[in-house]
Structure formats: C-alpha cells, structure tokens
C-alpha cells in the first residue's frame, strides 16, 4: 500500500484556507497514487487558535468532512481526516454514537476509497500542559479500527503518544498500522521522534506521525512528519516545511517481524 502525509501548512481560525490546502494535497496524493493519505491534527481552525474553536466547529456531517468524501470518491483514495473540532451537538444528527450530548471534541474521520465515512476516532487523552483543550474538549471513549489496504488500522492524536497503553490496546484489536494526526509544536523535537519510534517497536507495527507545520502566536509546529516500521526504522520523513511524504508499507511485514521476533507472545500483563 502507499501510504500519504499531508504536511500542509495551518493557518490559525483560516477554516476555508486551511480546507482548500487539504483537499489539493489530497489531489496531489492521489496523482502520485497514494492510496491513503492522512492529513494533521485540527488541520482545519489550527489547533492553537483555541478561541476560534466554538466559531468553527462543525458535525460529522459537516463542510469539511463532506468536502473530503467527494475529493476521495473522485479521486479513488482514502482520507483519514486528521482531524477537526467537532460540534457533538450536532453531529448527533450525523450517524454516529458521541461521547456527550453536547460540548466539543477532536475527531478524526477515515473515509475509504469510495467516499464513505467510517471509523470515528475522538482524541482521549487531552493536553492540560499550557493548553486551554482540557477546558474545551470532551475526551473520546472509543478505540475503533478500520480494515484497509490489507491492514488493520488504529487511529490516535498526537498527546496520545505519551500514553503506551493505548496502543497495546489497538494491538490487541490486532492493529498492523497506527495513524497519528499531530499538532507537535517546538521544542520537544527529541520527544516527537523517540516516542512513536517507541510505539512501533514495543508493538511491533507501523506508526506514521502526521504533523502540520506553521506559526501561531505562541507556538510553531515542527512538522517532521514520519512513517516508521515494526521495527522503528525511519522508511519516510519529512523537514519542518510544508510537503508530502510518501511511502510504501507492507502488512506482510508486521507478520514478518511479529513472527521472527514474537515479543508480544511474552507479555505477562
């Protein structure tokens, strides 16, 4: 399968600009015969323009999820809509089961190759540390997967790296590749690298770190989007500048390594 990381640039509460960024990378991903392509953590207010979120907020069923179905019906890719600030309210119209009646989240949408909407992931663990997203999100609850290109795909959201259980979880639901939109702003360079590395080796997957890049007022995004193997070696990577990475990745390669090197047949918790 080829694998797409839309490192595009996020402007801060630039809802439609940041939109029209993310439907022509996925454009581009797919005249590179990309066949899934994954696009940063609220790609679409930035995720540092807490003020905005209220104002941009949106459902399931909204612009910009809309928007990404046809791009990918159209063009024959799978979208993983990295994600978006979602209005629960009213997405509770939308066809899928919220973790709150009303309030706000960070989801992430899959839609496949055919335009539709699948797997729904909301961002648990949420970041207190000079972030007001503890303040105006809801944690999600569910840990979906997604059958495509011949993986089992896992779905979390960039504060999530810190948290191991979460993926052994996903392992357990027999996750082969593991999708990480991000919004990583400087300094902790050395933490963007070491902990999905970290996540790929002790589970022995596919772990793809999917960054933005750009400025805000008290933050800039470091970008380095990656894709890591079972085996937490480099196979793709981006700088801190906007662009797409794109990489080939094999399932037979996690049965490969999981059974040259069955560490996960050791657990004893």
């Known amino acids: 399968m080829s694998l797409g990381l839309a490192q595009i640039e996020v402007e801060g509460a630039e809802p439609a600009t940041n939109r029209q960024r993310a439907v022509e990378a996925v454009r581009s991903a797919a005249d590179r015969g990309v066949d899934l392509v994954a696009l940063p953590e609220i790609f679409t207010v930035g995720y540092f323009a807490f003020d905005s979120y209220a104002e941009y907020a949106e459902p399931l ?31 509770t119209d939308a066809g899928s089961e919220t973790p709150a009646t009303e309030g706000y989240a960070n989801a992430s949408v899959f839609i496949d190759d055919e335009g539709h909407r699948h797997a729904v992931y909301r961002k648990q663990h949420l970041f207190g540390y000079d972030s007001a997203e503890q303040e105006l999100l809801t944690p999600g609850e569910s ?46 360079v050395e933490h963007w690298r ?9 589970n022995l ?16 995004l470091l970008g380095r989007s990656t894709v890591y193997d079972p085996w937490g ?29 069955p560490a996960l047949e050791d657990r004893r918790l």
């Open 194 to 202: 070491l902990l999905p590395q970290a996540r790929a080796v002790e």
């Open 61 to 91: 069923n909204g612009e910009t999820v809309t928007r990404l179905q046809s791009v990918a019906e159209e063009c024959d890719i799978a979208v993983l809509a990295g994600s978006i600030v979602e209005d629960l309210a009213a997405s």
């Open 233 to 261: 070696t480099t196979v793709a990577g981006l700088g801190e500048e906007p662009g797409l990475v794109t990489a080939r990745i094999d399932p037979q390669e996690v049965e490969r390594r999981r059974g040259a090197f």
């Open 205 to 220: 997957c596919y772990v793809a770190t999917i960054n933005g890049a750009g400025s805000f007022d008290d933050a800039t």
């Open 143 to 188: 840990l979906p997967t997604v059958d495509f290109g011949g993986f089992t795909i896992g779905m979390t959201t960039c504060y999530d790296l810190r948290f191991p259980e979460l993926y052994r979880r996903l392992v357990e639901k027999g996750a082969s590749l593991v999708l990480v939109p991000s919004a990583w702003p400087y300094p902790r």
